[in-house]
């Protein structure tokens, strides 16, 4: 049984929180958001068994492991292992509110239920459809961009992606 959240207060009125895990910097607005995160990011086998290994005693702990774990295989699958490999993850309640974020930073409105800026180094996830498949998804976005010096090409950049998302889902590989 998990133990009660504790938020870390970062001064970000509008984000409220931050959670630290190997990789990433984890913002997010309140206990209840986390919370929802967290169960929709429901493990494959492989990486549920992984899971058990982790020390666990909130869900800011499943979080972090979970992120970490996601992270390890995406760079397994692909392959690909940055030297440095930081990055931060934006968790809004909605798909709307991740739209609204790309509308004021790029001036164009998008359909996405989450995004990997490459310019800020940050995953965009909506909470509302948030799942191990999209979280890979994006992740594989942040350790392309963090392995090759020179920007990869947009569209190879969302081939290893698909890749990443496809076979970090799978529990064969």
Known sequence: MLLPLV???????????????????????????????????VLNRQLRLMLRNQKIFTVQDEVKSK?????????SVLEMFPDILQFKMKVMATSDEVQQVYLAKYGRQ???IAYYSLKEKTIYISTDDANL??????????????YY?????????E??????????????L
């Open 7 to 41: 938020l870390l207060h970062t001064g970000d009125k509008a984000h409220g929180a931050e959670l630290k895990t190997n990789y990433a910097t984890i913002i997010y607005s309140n206990e209840e958001l986390l919370e929802k995160f967290n169960q929709e990011i």
């Open 159 to 172: 081939v290893l992606a698909q890749f990443a998302e496809k076979y970090v889902t799978e529990d064969d």
């Open 149 to 157: 010096k020179n920007p990869t090409p947009s569209k190879i950049h």
């Open 67 to 75: 992120v970490d774990l996601v992270v390890e295989k995406v760079e």
């Open 110 to 112: 998008v359909d996405h």
């Open 133 to 146: 498949r999209v979280m890979a998804h994006e992740i594989g976005h942040t350790v392309v961009d963090h």
